[in-house]
C-alpha cells in the first residue's frame, strides 16, 4: 500500500512540476558503502520517472576521514564548487553531513531547505541551532538495541554469553550510550561484553574461542580497529564470520546475505523511500517546516533463512511476518505461482493465436500481391526483347523470358533445370561456366561476348551482361543475364569496312599498276629478245627454255599481286593469331612499288629483333588498317612534296609490350591540325574534295570494337604518329 501511494505521489509531482528542479545530495560516507549506496539508488529509481530533477550527489568520505582540518577545507571546496549553483533543496545522509548542514547552512546554502535522513540519536533541539527549524525536516535513524537484545534473549533461552562488536565512530558512539542501561537489564540473565577497542586479530581470537553451544554476538559495527586500520563494511564482518560458531546478530540490514542472522534491521532503502517522498513534497511547495520529522525509524524484522537453519533457530513465536530472504518456496507459494503462470501462459497463447490469426490474413494478403507482381513480373520480362535467363550456383536454369526460349527453340519448361551445355556449343558452354564461376567468387557483374549458329544455321553475334543476385537470406542465390543480340550491327559494321575496302579500290589498282609495271617491262623485252633471235636464226634450245622460266618468274609475281589483293577483299570471319610481319610484307608486296615511286622511303624497324611477334584479331582487316594509314601518309606526302623531288620517308616501328603489340607509323608529311586532329576519326569526316570519311573511323572500329585495342594519333614536330596497340593474346 505504501508503494502505491509513493508511486502514485511520483506521477501526480511528475505531472504538476513545470520547470527543472536541482537537487544536491551530500553523504557523510564514502560511495561504495551500500548503506550511502542503497540510500543513492533509492532516491534516484523514485526521481527517475520526473525527468525534470537533476540530482547532484557528493561524499563527505568521513568514516575515513573526520579532522576538523579537512572539514574545514570540504567548506572551501563547496562554497568554490556550488557558489554559483541555484539548488531548490539539500538531502543530508547520516549525520556528520547533517551536523555540517546544520552548521554551515547559512554560509553554503542560506535559504534553501534540507531534508535528513539516517540521523541516530535524532534530537529536535538540533534544529533550533541557527534556526534550521524553519529549513529542515527528515528521517531519524533509530536502531532498536534494546529490542534486538530482547530478541536475542528469546530466540537463545539458554543464552550465556553475548559478545557485542562496536568502532568509535559517531554511529558507534550513539549506540554506545543506548547500551549501558540495557547491558546493566540483562546482566543476571547472561554476560554481555561490550568490545570497541581490540586491534582486528585479537578480536578474531576473541570470537573464535566463544562457546558455541550457548554464546551469540551482536555486531553493531567495525571501520577502523585500535590500530587505526580502515575496512569496508564487509571485510570487517567477513573477517568476524570466518572464526565465528555462533549466530551473528545485526542491526542494519547491509550485513543482511553477507552471514548475519538478522533481527530489527535498520534499512538504508526504507529510509530512501522515505526522504525521497518528503523530498517530493518540497519540490512541489511544501515548505519543510510544515512536514512533520519522522522521529520512528522505519525498522523491518528481516532474516536470512540460510542462517536460521544453520543454527535452528524458530522465529515463527516471537515475530510476526517477518521478511526473510533465501526462503525456499511453500507448497501454497508454489501453487500459486503455478496459478499465476498458467493464466499468464493461457493469456500469451490467446494473444499468440490472435497474432497468428492476423499474421495468416496478413500473409495471405501478401501472398495475393506477390502473386500478381510475379505475374506482372513475368509479363515484363517477356515483353523484353532481349533474351533473359537466370540459373543457380550449380548453372542450372531456374528461368527465362520468351526472348530467351525463342534464340534457343526450346519451351521454358524444357529449359528449366538444364544447363548452357544443353543448347550451346561446349566451347562457348564451358567459357561461360568459367566466367560464372569467377562472378560467384567476386560477386560483381560481368560482360562477354560469344558467337554460334542456330539450328536454322543462322550465325548470332551475342553480348552477354552477367550479374550476382543474393537470396533473402544473404546467401547467394546465381546467375542472372541479360543478352544483347548484335548481329545485325555487327553485320552492318562488316558491310561498312567492306564499303571502305571498296572506297580504297582506286589507290589499290593504281599500287597494282605500278607493281606490274616492272615484271611487263621485263616480259616485253623477253618477248623482243626471243623474237630476234627467231629471226636471226640464233634461237636455240636454251634460249627457249630460259625465255620460259624468265617469264614465268615475272608471271607468277603478277599472280601473287593480283592473289594478295584477292586476299585484302575477303573479310576476316574469325579471330586468330597472326604474324604482324607477314602481314606488313603482303601490303608491301601490293603498294611497296608505288610508294617507291613516289620518291618516299618506307622503312620496317623491328625493336624485338629474330622473334615473331604475333596478334590475335582479324588478319585482312589488320591490312586493310595498314593500308588506310600508309595510303593516308602517302597521298599527304605526294601533294605537299609533288612540285619537288625532295626526299620523304614513312617509318613502321614494331615493339612487343606486356600485353600488347604496338605499331607506330610516323610520317613526315607534315603535321595534323590541332582544330581537326580530334575529329579525324569520327564518321565521315574528310578534308579530301572526293574523301568518303570513312577509312580512319573503319580503322577505329576495327581496330578497338573488333579487336579490343586502341588506335591514337598525335603531332610530333613537323611528324605524325598513328599509334596501334593490339592483343597479343585473346583478351
Same mark, same amino acid.
Given at each position: 500500500?505504501?508503494?502505491?501511494?509513493?508511486?502514485?505521489?511520483?506521477?501526480?509531482?511528475?505531472?504538476?512540476?513545470?520547470?527543472?528542479?536541482?537537487?544536491? +545530495?551530500?553523504?557523510?560516507?564514502?560511495?561504495?558503502?551500500?548503506?550511502?549506496?542503497?540510500?543513492?539508488?533509492?532516491?534516484?529509481?523514485?526521481?527517475?520517472?520526473? =525527468?525534470?530533477?537533476?540530482?547532484?550527489?557528493?561524499?563527505?568520505?568521513?568514516?575515513?576521514?573526520?579532522?576538523?582540518?579537512?572539514?574545514?577545507?570540504?567548506?572551501?571546496?563547496?562554497?568554490?564548487?556550488?557558489?554559483?549553483?541555484?539548488?531548490?533543496?539539500?538531502?543530508?545522509?547520516?549525520?556528520?553531513?547533517?551536523?555540517?548542514?546544520?552548521?554551515?547552512?547559512?554560509?553554503?546554502?542560506?535559504?534553501?531547505?534540507?531534508?535528513?535522513?539516517?540521523?541516530?540519536?535524532?534530537?529536535?533541539?538540533? +534544529?533550533?541551532?541557527?534556526? %534550521?527549524?524553519?529549513?529542515?525536516? #527528515?528521517?531519524?535513524?533509530?536502531?532498536?538495541?534494546?529490542?534486538?537484545?530482547?530478541?536475542?534473549?528469546?530466540?537463545?533461552?539458554?543464552?550465556?554469553?553475548?559478545?557485542?562488536?562496536?568502532?568509535?565512530?559517531?554511529?558507534?558512539?550513539?549506540?554506545?550510550?543506548?547500551?549501558?542501561?540495557?547491558?546493566?537489564?540483562?546482566?543476571?540473565?547472561?554476560?554481555?561484553?561490550?568490545?570497541?577497542?581490540?586491534?582486528?586479530?585479537?578480536?578474531?581470537?576473541?570470537?573464535?574461542?566463544?562457546?558455541?553451544?550457548?554464546?551469540?554476538?551482536?555486531?553493531?559495527?567495525?571501520?577502523?580497529?585500535?590500530?587505526?586500520?580502515?575496512?569496508?563494511?564487509?571485510?570487517?564482518?567477513?573477517?568476524?564470520?570466518?572464526?565465528?560458531?555462533?549466530?551473528?546478530?545485526?542491526?542494519?540490514?547491509?550485513?543482511?546475505?553477507?552471514?548475519?542472522?538478522? #533481527?530489527?534491521?535498520?534499512?538504508?532503502?526504507?529510509?530512501?523511500?522515505?526522504?525521497?517522498? %518528503?523530498?517530493?513534497?518540497?519540490?512541489?511547495?511544501?515548505?519543510?517546516?510544515?512536514?512533520?520529522?519522522?522521529?520512528?525509524?522505519?525498522?523491518?524484522?528481516?532474516?536470512?533463512?540460510?542462517? &536460521?537453519?544453520?543454527?535452528?533457530?524458530?522465529?515463527?513465536?516471537?515475530?510476526?511476518?517477518?521478511?526473510?530472504?533465501?526462503?525456499?518456496?511453500?507448497?501454497?507459494?508454489?501453487?500459486?505461482?503455478?496459478?499465476?503462470?498458467?493464466?499468464?501462459?493461457?493469456?500469451?497463447?490467446?494473444?499468440?493465436?490472435?497474432?497468428?490469426?492476423?499474421?495468416?490474413?496478413?500473409?495471405?494478403?501478401?501472398?495475393?500481391?506477390?502473386?500478381?507482381?510475379?505475374?506482372?513480373?513475368?509479363?515484363?520480362?517477356?515483353?523484353?526483347?532481349?533474351?533473359?535467363?537466370?540459373?543457380?550456383?550449380?548453372?542450372?536454369? +531456374?528461368?527465362?523470358?520468351?526472348?530467351?526460349?525463342?534464340?534457343?527453340?526450346?519451351?521454358?519448361?524444357?529449359?528449366?533445370?538444364?544447363?548452357?551445355?544443353?543448347?550451346?556449343?561446349?566451347?562457348?558452354?564451358?567459357?561461360?561456366?568459367?566466367?560464372?564461376? *569467377?562472378?560467384? =567468387?567476386?560477386?560483381?557483374?560481368?560482360?562477354?561476348?560469344?558467337?554460334?549458329?542456330?539450328?536454322?544455321?543462322?550465325?548470332?553475334?551475342?553480348?552477354?551482361?552477367?550479374?550476382?543476385?543474393?537470396?533473402?537470406?544473404?546467401?547467394? #542465390? #546465381?546467375?542472372?543475364?541479360? %543478352?544483347?543480340?548484335?548481329?545485325?550491327?555487327?553485320?552492318?559494321?562488316?558491310?561498312?569496312?567492306?564499303?571502305?575496302?571498296?572506297?580504297?579500290?582506286?589507290?589499290?589498282?593504281?599500287?597494282?599498276?605500278?607493281?606490274?609495271? *616492272?615484271? +611487263?617491262?621485263?616480259?616485253?623485252?623477253?618477248?623482243?629478245?626471243?623474237?630476234?633471235?627467231?629471226?636471226?636464226?640464233?634461237?636455240?634450245?636454251?634460249?627457249?627454255?630460259?625465255?620460259?622460266?624468265?617469264?614465268?618468274?615475272?608471271?607468277?609475281?603478277?599472280?601473287?599481286?593480283?592473289?594478295?589483293?584477292?586476299?585484302?577483299?575477303?573479310?576476316?570471319?574469325?579471330?586468330?593469331?597472326?604474324?604482324?610481319?607477314?602481314?606488313?610484307?603482303?601490303?608491301?608486296?601490293?603498294?611497296?612499288?608505288?610508294?617507291?615511286?613516289?620518291?618516299?622511303?618506307?622503312?620496317?624497324?623491328?625493336?624485338?629483333?629474330?622473334?615473331?611477334?604475333?596478334?590475335?584479331?582479324?588478319?585482312?582487316?589488320? =591490312?586493310?588498317?595498314?593500308?588506310?594509314?600508309?595510303?593516308?601518309?602517302?597521298?599527304?606526302?605526294? *601533294?605537299?612534296?609533288?612540285?619537288?623531288?625532295?626526299?620523304?620517308?614513312?617509318?613502321?616501328?614494331?615493339?612487343?609490350?606486356?600485353?600488347?603489340?604496338?605499331?607506330?607509323?610516323?610520317?613526315?608529311?607534315?603535321?595534323?591540325?590541332?582544330?581537326?586532329?580530334?575529329?579525324?576519326?569520327?564518321?565521315?569526316?574528310?578534308?579530301?574534295?572526293?574523301?568518303?570519311?570513312?577509312? &580512319?573511323?573503319?580503322? =577505329?572500329?576495327?581496330?578497338?570494337?573488333?579487336?579490343?585495342?586502341?588506335?591514337?594519333?598525335?603531332?610530333?614536330?613537323?611528324?605524325?604518329?598513328?599509334?596501334?596497340?593490339?592483343?597479343?593474346?585473346?583478351?
Amino acid at each position: 500500500m505504501m508503494r502505491f501511494i509513493l508511486l502514485f505521489s511520483i506521477l501526480f509531482f511528475n505531472y504538476l512540476f513545470a520547470s527543472s528542479k536541482e537537487v544536491l +545530495l551530500i553523504h557523510s560516507y564514502h560511495k561504495g558503502y551500500i548503506w550511502s549506496d542503497d540510500i543513492s539508488k533509492t532516491i534516484e529509481k523514485n526521481f527517475k520517472p520526473i =525527468k525534470d530533477i537533476e540530482l547532484t550527489t557528493v561524499y563527505m568520505d568521513t568514516k575515513r576521514i573526520d579532522t576538523p582540518e579537512y572539514i574545514s577545507n570540504l567548506v572551501k571546496l563547496y562554497k568554490q564548487q556550488f557558489e554559483h549553483r541555484k539548488f531548490d533543496l539539500i538531502i543530508v545522509s547520516d549525520n556528520n553531513a547533517f551536523d555540517f548542514m546544520i552548521k554551515y547552512h547559512e554560509y553554503l546554502f542560506k535559504n534553501i531547505p534540507v531534508v535528513f535522513c539516517g540521523i541516530n540519536n535524532f534530537d529536535k533541539v538540533l +534544529l533550533h541551532e541557527n534556526d %534550521m527549524k524553519n529549513y529542515m525536516t #527528515g528521517v531519524a535513524e533509530e536502531v532498536d538495541v534494546a529490542k534486538n537484545i530482547e530478541l536475542i534473549s528469546k530466540l537463545h533461552p539458554n543464552l550465556k554469553n553475548l559478545l557485542i562488536i562496536n568502532d568509535k565512530s559517531t554511529t558507534g558512539f550513539a549506540v554506545k550510550r543506548d547500551l549501558n542501561p540495557i547491558i546493566e537489564k540483562y546482566s543476571k540473565k547472561f554476560n554481555i561484553e561490550y568490545t570497541d577497542n581490540l586491534e582486528i586479530n585479537n578480536l578474531k581470537e576473541k570470537v573464535s574461542n566463544l562457546d558455541k553451544t550457548n554464546s551469540a554476538i551482536l555486531f553493531v559495527l567495525l571501520f577502523k580497529d585500535t590500530t587505526g586500520k580502515y575496512f569496508t563494511y564487509k571485510q570487517s564482518f567477513q573477517e568476524v564470520k570466518k572464526v565465528s560458531q555462533v549466530p551473528i546478530y545485526g542491526l542494519w540490514d547491509f550485513y543482511l546475505n553477507d552471514g548475519i542472522v538478522g #533481527g530489527l534491521l535498520t534499512s538504508a532503502v526504507a529510509q530512501g523511500e522515505a526522504v525521497s517522498k %518528503m523530498a517530493l513534497k518540497i519540490l512541489n511547495g511544501e515548505k519543510p517546516k510544515d512536514i512533520p520529522i519522522l522521529e520512528k525509524s522505519p525498522n523491518l524484522y528481516m532474516f536470512d533463512y540460510n542462517e &536460521l537453519k544453520k543454527f535452528s533457530i524458530n522465529i515463527s513465536d516471537f515475530v510476526n511476518d517477518p521478511i526473510i530472504i533465501n526462503e525456499p518456496s511453500s507448497i501454497y507459494k508454489e501453487h500459486y505461482k503455478f496459478f499465476i503462470i498458467s493464466i499468464l501462459t493461457i493469456l500469451i497463447l490467446s494473444i499468440i493465436v490472435i497474432i497468428l490469426k492476423a499474421n495468416i490474413q496478413r500473409r495471405e494478403k501478401v501472398e495475393l500481391e506477390l502473386s500478381n507482381r510475379l505475374e506482372f513480373d513475368k509479363v515484363l520480362l517477356d515483353t523484353i526483347p532481349n533474351p533473359i535467363y537466370y540459373k543457380n550456383i550449380d548453372g542450372k536454369f +531456374l528461368g527465362c523470358n520468351t526472348s530467351f526460349e525463342t534464340l534457343v527453340n526450346s519451351t521454358r519448361d524444357e529449359i528449366i533445370g538444364k544447363t548452357a551445355f544443353d543448347f550451346f556449343p561446349y566451347k562457348v558452354a564451358y567459357a561461360n561456366t568459367q566466367m560464372d564461376k *569467377e562472378l560467384l =567468387k567476386t560477386f560483381s557483374t560481368g560482360t562477354s561476348e560469344f558467337t554460334f549458329y542456330t539450328n536454322s544455321n543462322e550465325m548470332k553475334h551475342i553480348i552477354l551482361n552477367k550479374a550476382v543476385y543474393k537470396n533473402i537470406d544473404g546467401s547467394i #542465390g #546465381g546467375i542472372v543475364c541479360i %543478352m544483347d543480340d548484335i548481329s545485325e550491327r555487327v553485320q552492318q559494321k562488316q558491310f561498312l569496312i567492306q564499303q571502305s575496302k571498296l572506297a580504297e579500290m582506286g589507290d589499290m589498282i593504281a599500287a597494282i599498276a605500278h607493281q606490274w609495271n *616492272e615484271p +611487263l617491262v621485263e616480259l616485253s623485252a623477253l618477248v623482243q629478245d626471243i623474237q630476234t633471235s627467231y629471226l636471226l636464226n640464233e634461237l636455240k634450245d636454251v634460249d627457249v627454255k630460259d625465255f620460259v622460266n624468265d617469264s614465268m618468274v615475272q608471271i607468277k609475281y603478277m599472280s601473287k599481286t593480283l592473289s594478295d589483293f584477292r586476299n585484302f577483299l575477303k573479310p576476316s570471319t574469325k579471330k586468330k593469331l597472326f604474324s604482324i610481319s607477314k602481314a606488313l610484307n603482303e601490303i608491301n608486296e601490293i603498294i611497296g612499288k608505288q610508294i617507291f615511286y613516289s620518291n618516299i622511303k618506307m622503312s620496317f624497324n623491328y625493336k624485338n629483333e629474330n622473334e615473331e611477334l604475333l596478334i590475335y584479331g582479324y588478319e585482312n582487316e589488320f =591490312k586493310q588498317v595498314l593500308l588506310n594509314l600508309i595510303n593516308n601518309a602517302k597521298n599527304k606526302i605526294v *601533294e605537299k612534296y609533288k612540285d619537288n623531288d625532295k626526299k620523304t620517308k614513312i617509318d613502321i616501328n614494331i615493339q612487343r609490350c606486356t600485353n600488347y603489340n604496338t605499331i607506330e607509323i610516323i610520317d613526315d608529311g607534315g603535321r595534323i591540325e590541332e582544330k581537326i586532329i580530334k575529329s579525324i576519326f569520327e564518321p565521315y569526316f574528310t578534308t579530301k574534295e572526293n574523301g568518303t570519311g570513312l577509312g &580512319l573511323y573503319m580503322a =577505329k572500329v576495327i581496330v578497338e570494337d573488333k579487336m579490343r585495342g586502341t588506335i591514337n594519333v598525335k603531332n610530333d614536330g613537323d611528324n605524325v604518329i598513328f599509334t596501334i596497340k593490339l592483343p597479343h593474346k585473346k583478351v
